[in-house]
């Protein structure tokens, strides 16, 4: 067990909907970060957020947002949804940002769209 | 920029033999280099990290992985392979005068026969 945590654990919706995907991190993580895992892509890096504030865009579309709460919890905002948003999401928390600090995942959320 | 790059999506092996997973980096400075597991319906744990104090890193499960600056390479290896071994592997590159966020390689599936 990482200490992450992610809601939903299973998601699924139907196209040119919306979800929330929540995120709390590990005690004492100031940092979330948000990856999409699927099958063509891989494993890719959407964004990163430091004690609330947004530090680094990856790969995110527009009709995707994120934002970290003042308790440092971080919830995936994905709206407009497409065949093609159907994959794995995790988030991940470190201490601080940093190329030396390891993540610690949690578990992801599947999210399936019909 | 930095990149990985992880050799055969699938490795196969029979328990008891020597597991070697290989990965390939490109970074234009020095990089900090990771191995994560991924077990089924988990989250990515880290097995180990090289940060430039030893070239030879051990990290949990048995695991290790050499740093080869010459070949630019960072190859996992366990001298007997366990059923428990069985999950997908992912290398991550970092680096301090380069990117924080790491940029993982596609994941090689490690199958253990018995």
């Known amino acids: 067990d990482s200490g992450v945590t992610q809601t939903p654990k299973h998601l699924i919706t139907a196209t040119g909907q919306r979800v929330t995907l929540r995120c709390s991190p590990r005690?004492?993580?100031?940092?979330v970060y948000w990856y999409q895992q699927s099958l063509d892509q891989g494993l890719q890096f959407l964004i990163h957020?430091?004690?609330?504030?947004?530090?680094a865009k990856g790969n995110i579309l527009e009709r995707f947002s994120a934002q970290q709460f003042p308790d440092l919890h971080s919830e995936l905002n994905l709206s407009s949804l497409e065949l093609g948003d159907s994959a794995l999401y995790f988030c991940a928390s470190s201490a601080v940002p940093g190329a030396l600090n390891e993540q610690y995942f949690g578990p992801g959320t599947r999210l399936t769209v019909t | 920029a930095q990149s990985v790059t992880q050799l055969g999506s699938h490795v196969s092996v029979s328990e008891g033999a020597l597991v070697l997973l290989r990965c390939n980096y490109s970074s234009s400075v020095p990089p900090y280099l990771f191995w994560y597991v991924q077990y089924p319906n988990q989250g990515l744990q880290l097995l180990l990290k090289y940060t430039s104090a030893a070239t030879l890193v051990k990290g949990i499960n048995g695991f290790e992985a050499e740093f080869k600056k010459s070949e630019t390479s960072f190859h996992l290896t366990k001298p007997s392979a366990h059923m428990s071994d069985a999950a997908e592997y992912f290398c991550?590159?970092?680096?301090?005068?380069?990117?924080?966020?790491?940029?993982f390689g596609r994941g090689t599936s490690l199958i253990v026969h018995p």
């Open positions: 005690s004492g993580d100031l940092s």
């Open positions: 957020y430091y004690n609330g504030e947004e530090r």
């Open positions: 991550a590159v970092s680096a301090a005068g380069g990117s924080y966020i790491p940029t």
